[in-house]
């Protein structure tokens, strides 16, 4: 069977503990969509393994798989691998041929675009690790696959027609000097070099058919979405959004299965118990004004700094009305919750229950994200929950849950209309109360 883990928020919902949780009884973790964008954080035992492109199956011994719905740096991939075996770790990691290359250029042009678009409200606050220009070259049907880095004479041909395009963007568009990242001669050398440790360590696969004899197979796989609903580029704050599909039905068309298969496995939605993000954009519910040292606390307390960028993450209440909306787009048959340690010890605990726009009351978050701006949330307020030992509570499971944080997780749960599948009450993998496994619905 597959399950599939998404974000349900904006992203930085902790999916990759969930993914490292799960993963233990799946053959196989694939990534469906973004780069090394994204970060996940997975502790074992007390040892922290941060990995931004690695599935984070990895860890636990798993094979992983990068989808064709990927955009892949060759040389973060190399690095954490590298990193993993340092740390006695023997990775298997496949990388669809299908998936696109993520070049040198792509990452300068995407510095300087966000330099232009910040005068202005316009910029995303990316990573700058070139994801949105290489999804433009896919599109634009200019891009490079992995594929044809392990054929030299159809990576020379590739690179001698984008890469003058490219270099004529940054000279005559952006004014701006150009040296190896934009070299033809440069480029083919480093990643024919490239194309050759690929193949030498039999890295590259044809995503759909490997995925699809292990199905065949009898085999359980497990897929790991970057980012979240909100900043899908489809059905997210757009233009504050990542450039790929988060959402479940990139789980399809980011690994070669069909939905039909994916659809008839379980979907599962990642959910912080109070809202972050790294970036610009409306946050209804963001604490700001007086409610700025409450932010502060929670950022401090809960680690909210960005994974790739060390970026301060924006803090505010949990958004329900975002929360429906991730639950309609991906079908939720399940929702785990993190972080309500975080929350624990605080004078009041709030949730933007839904918004006022107009005079009119809002279940779910409007289509533009000029609207959304103007949503004011409809706050509710729940008792608030005791500082306790949350080790011996994850020993001792959900009914060690203080009272009150128990029923702020069932308002949840109702309001999605998803049952509660795990609550992470700490970063470690022993620190996450599992309910029900989605391979075998039952803990």
């Known amino acids: 069977m597959t399950v599939t883990i998404v974000g349900s928020q904006l992203g930085d919902e902790g999916k990759g503990a969930l993914v490292d949780l799960w993963g233990g009884d799946a053959d196989v973790v694939a990534r469906y969509q973004g780069g090394d964008n994204a970060g996940h954080t997975v502790v074992e035992d007390g040892d922290e393994y941060k990995l931004s492109l690695v599935p984070s199956g990895a860890v636990r011994g798993k094979v992983g798989v990068l989808g064709n719905g990927c955009v892949v740096n060759p040389k973060t991939l190399f690095s954490e691998i590298d990193e993993l075996r340092k740390r006695g770790l023997d990775p298997d990691v496949r990388v669809a041929r299908r998936a696109h290359v993520i070049l040198p ?21 990316t990573t700058g690790r070139g994801i949105g220009p290489t999804y433009e070259d896919k599109a634009g049907r200019r891009g490079i696959r992995i594929g044809d880095l392990l054929d030299p004479e159809v990576l020379r041909d590739r690179l001698e027609y984008v890469v003058p395009q490219k270099r004529a963007l940054a000279e005559d568009v952006y004014g701006v000097d150009t040296g190896e990242a934009f070299d033809v001669e440069a480029l083919f050398e480093e990643y024919r070099a490239i194309g050759e440790r690929l193949t030498e360590e039999s890295m590259t696969v044809n995503a759909g058919e490997f995925l699809g004899s292990y199905l065949d197979d009898g085999a359980d796989v497990l897929f790991e979405g970057a980012q979240g609903t909100s900043i899908d580029i489809d059905h997210g704050i757009y233009p504050y959004v990542t450039s790929s599909n988060p959402t479940a039905g990139g789980a399809a068309t980011g690994t070669g299965i069909g939905p039909t298969v994916v659809g008839r496995g379980e979907v599962v939605g990642i959910v912080k ?17 007086d409610d700025e040292d409450l932010a502060d606390y929670i950022r401090e307390k809960g680690g909210e700094f960005g994974t790739v960028t060390g970026r301060p993450r924006r803090i505010g209440w949990l958004d329900v009305p975002m929360l429906r909306h991730a639950a309609r787009a991906n079908s939720l048959t399940g929702i785990a919750v993190n972080h309500i340690d975080v929350l624990a010890g605080l004078d009041e605990v709030k949730v933007g229950h839904s918004y006022d726009l107009d005079g009119e ?5 409007p289509a533009t994200t000029e609207r959304w701006g ?45 049952p509660i599948y795990a609550i992470g009450v700490g970063p470690d993998r022993a620190e996450t109360i599992e309910l029900v496994n989605p391979f075998n619905e039952d803990a």
Not at 274 to 289: A, D, I, K, N
Not at 388 to 414: C, R
Request: hydrophobic share 35%; with cysteine.
């Open 105 to 125: 250029y792509h990452r300068r042009l995407d510095g300087i675009e966000e330099e232009v678009k910040s005068d202005s409200d316009l910029d995303a606050g």
């Open 374 to 418: 103007r949503c004011e949330p409809n706050l509710r307020e729940f008792e608030p929950w005791p500082e306790v030992d949350w080790t011996a509570v994850a020993e001792e499971g959900y009914d060690a849950i203080p009272e009150n944080a128990q029923a702020y997780l069932e308002y949840v749960s109702a309001e999605v209309g998803a």
């Open 273 to 289: 118990a109070y809202l972050s993000r790294v970036g610009t954009g409306p946050l209804p519910t963001e604490l700001t004004g």
């Open 361 to 365: 009351e809002l279940f779910t978050m």
